[in-house]
Nanobody
Framework: AQVVESGGGLVQAGGSLTISCTAS????????MAWYRQAPGKERELVAE????????HYTESVKGRFTFSRDNAKNTMSMQMDNLKPDDTAVYYC?????????????WGQGTQVTVSS
């Protein structure tokens, strides 16, 4: 499977961006999709995740109410609308796709997309 992110860029504080992630059409049995981010000098952290079994979503506390995560099952894509962006949101955002075939769990990461929020 291949995973590709798009949509990052530069925005002023208070602005909005939408980032997207697309898994290749050959990707099947997706069990979860998630967004992680990594700021310079910091560890990668989970931003949001969605479980395909029931659509349950989780957001890290710092983005609740500002970020909205959605998924298009038919197109193997997910997007994250990011509103009221803050300089602390500046990071490389990575998409993770988790598949399950039998008992084998596989993780597929995208290459990342840069989001920069200026103050």
């Amino acid at each position: 499977a291949q995973v590709v992110e798009s949509g990052g860029g530069l925005v002023q504080a208070g602005g909005s961006l939408t980032i997207s992630c697309t898994a290749s059409a050959s990707t099947t049995n997706i069990k979860a999709m998630a967004w992680y981010r990594q700021a310079p000098g910091k560890e990668r952290e989970l931003v949001a995740e969605i479980f395909t079994s029931d659509g349950t979503k989780h957001y890290t506390e710092s983005v609740k109410g500002r970020f909205t995560f959605s998924r298009d099952n038919a197109k193997n894509t997910m997007s994250m609308q990011m509103d009221n962006l803050k300089p602390d949101d500046t990071a490389v955002y990575y998409c993770l796709v988790v598949t399950l075939h039998g008992y084998e769990v596989s993780d597929y990461w995208g290459q990342g997309t840069q989001v920069t929020v200026s103050s």
